[in-house]
Structures are given as structure tokens and as C-alpha cells.
């Protein structure tokens, strides 16, 4: 005879799972699963990339507004949000309560 049993698992309740979970990893798993996904190593020490030039400065913003089709300087482009609002900081309480009229219960789904 099978019984059904309904969980309910809040998103708090998964992120504590998430971090109980990576927890147990030990360091050469995770390497190991970088491995077999074909990340190689990391060196020791990273290599410096310096431009030297202006040059080489506007040669690479040129290619990069080309690739993705911006139109802007360099200066405005990296300025573009910078009279955005922030987000408001939320409680964690607050991110993790069930919202009403969720997409889910529109669904009719819990």
C-alpha cells in the first residue's frame, strides 16, 4: 500500500540544504569535478595584463562596441547606471515568505 505525503519546503528551508550540502564537499571533489568538466588548472600565480597604450585601450573598446553594438564612449558607457537607485535591502524573513498569488498558484499548483 503507497501513501502520499506532502512535503512543503520553503526557500529558506532549500538554502539551508544547499549549504549543508557544499559543506560535505571536500576540496578535491570539487576539483575533481572541475577536472572532468574540462577546466584545467589554475596556476599559482595569474598573469598581469597591462595595456600599454592607448592604443590598445580604444583598438579593444572598438571591437567590444562592435561585437555588442553599443554607440557610447567608453566613459559613458561604464556610467550608464550610475543614476539608477539601488535596491531596497531586504530581511531574509522577507525574501523567503510565500508571496500571494504566486505564478505557481495561478497554475493552480501550490
Known amino acids: 500500500m503507497t ?3 506532502d512535503y512543503s519546503v520553503s526557500l529558506l528551508d532549500v538554502i539551508h540544504m544547499l549549504a549543508v550540502s557544499w559543506d560535505s564537499l571536500n576540496h578535491e571533489t570539487i576539483v575533481n569535478c572541475f577536472g ?3 577546466f584545467g ?3 599559482e600565480e595569474l598573469p598581469v595584463v597591462s595595456l600599454d597604450t ?3 585601450i580604444d583598438s579593444i573598446w ?8 553599443v554607440t ?3 566613459n559613458d558607457y ?3 547606471d550610475d543614476d539608477l537607485p539601488p535596491c ?6 522577507n525574501l523567503c515568505k510565500p508571496r500571494e498569488n504566486s505564478s505557481m498558484e495561478q497554475l493552480g499548483q501550490p
Do not use: Y
Open 78 to 80: 561604464v556610467k550608464e
Open 54 to 56: 592607448v592604443e590598445e
Open 62 to 69: 572598438a571591437e567590444v562596441k562592435e561585437r555588442l553594438g
Open 41 to 43: 588548472t589554475v596556476p
Open 88 to 93: 531596497e535591502v531586504q530581511e531574509i524573513e
Open 3 to 5: 501513501t502520499k505525503t
Open 72 to 74: 557610447s564612449t567608453f
Open 36 to 38: 572532468k568538466a574540462g
